[in-house]
């Protein structure tokens, strides 16, 4: 699908390009695009990874050893300097969070019509037409929740390993306003329980919304710059725009993957800690 000139061309195109492919499961639906792009992303990171571990050798490294070195080094003292546990679970988390949204952000700089262009050549334009793709996972809300939602059954999952099954119930009571007494203990007991709420439930809301605005937002700006420069008189200027928001771009994406993974460990680690 090509973009016209007029608002309601730009519209239809923006519109079109933020319709997710979808199917029915149950009640509900699937997106079909954001999971299996996701999915075959993550497949492919652990593949990357798995082939340049297997060929490691101690001698002078390849440029691909070396690049993934440098990756795990960096995301080792990053987990190093924030968790003081057991890293043995948590440094692989952090690297595999890290990789694969830097993976899926990534999706974000390629040719916003290349998956229409494609289905163009092997189906027709009609087809095309009809045919939707969202190409950044992390654009898609769901997404982004998905993997908060999972850091957040961790975070629980942690706090209750570190402060045992009651240690944290009464946490949730007792915290952060503390009290000497019986009374004082039970007028406190649900301004704390509705703060300590708020604390947990903020994290996994905070964490998927920042990844989602910010990649929602630069998919957003490339459909806009793509639509108002697609006439032939403009596509110039409109290359050079895009190249030049692709290259702010990378910025955003790795600088988003870092910081869902950073966040994820100062969680976790932050579970591991009494009030």
Known sequence: MSAEQSSGGLTEYIV???THNKAALGNGVIHLDSWVISLVLGL???????????????GVPSKGQAFVELVVEFVDNQVKDTFHGDRRFIAPLALTIF??????????????????????QVAGHEVAHHTYARMVPTADINTTFGMSITVFLLIIFYSI?????????????????????????????????????????SKPVSLGMRLFGNMYAGELVFMLIAGLFASVYTFVPGVLINAGWAIFHVLIILLQAFIFMVLTVVYLAMAHEHH
Request: hydrophobic content about 55%; overall charge positive.
């Open 44 to 58: 492919l990171g652990c593949f990357l990874l798995w082939t340049q571990a297997r060929k490691a050798t101690s």
């Open 99 to 120: 990789v694969w949204v830097a993976f899926m952000n990534t999706m974000d700089l390629l040719p916003l019509d290349l998956p229409g262009w494609l289905i163009t």
């Open 161 to 201: 390993k570190a402060k045992g099954g009651w240690g944290f119930t009464k946490e949730l009571f007792t915290a952060p306003f503390h009290a000497h007494g019986t009374f004082a203990k039970i007028v406190l007991a649900l301004p704390n329980l509705f703060l300590n709420l708020v604390e947990y439930l």
């Open 16 to 18: 079109h390009h933020l």
